[in-house]
């Protein structure tokens, strides 16, 4: 399965509103569980089994609680048995189809 998640503190008291290092903090967590991950500005994307994912998440999510006072949790989950390397698969698959439109 894939899970694209999202955490970040509110009521930080920070008056920049900067939530950086509280979001590198849930993202130690994800690169340390040694599962298959991607990071981008908006979200974090792991992949595994139901139990490791959702393992890594509610560590990410425990390392954020010491920035604030709340915290915010999106998450979107592929689940799709009997399929790994989703995470570089799916991203191939539409660039090949992309590669393959522009041909013509």
Not at 37 to 53: Q, S
Not at 90 to 98: I, M
């Amino acid at each position: 399965m894939l899970v694209a998640f999202s955490i970040a503190p509110s009521g930080t008291g920070r008056a920049d509103g900067s939530v950086s290092e509280a979001v590198a903090a849930a993202v130690q967590v994800v690169r340390d569980s040694g599962l298959p991950n991607r990071t981008d500005a908006m979200f974090t994307t792991i992949e595994g089994e139901w139990d490791e994912c959702f393992d890594v998440v509610r560590r990410a999510t425990e390392a954020v609680a010491p920035f604030g006072s709340r915290i915010s949790l999106v998450l979107k989950a592929d689940i799709r048995p009997g399929y790994e390397g989703e995470l570089e698969a799916k991203v191939s698959r539409v660039e090949q189809a992309l590669t393959k439109s522009n041909r013509g």
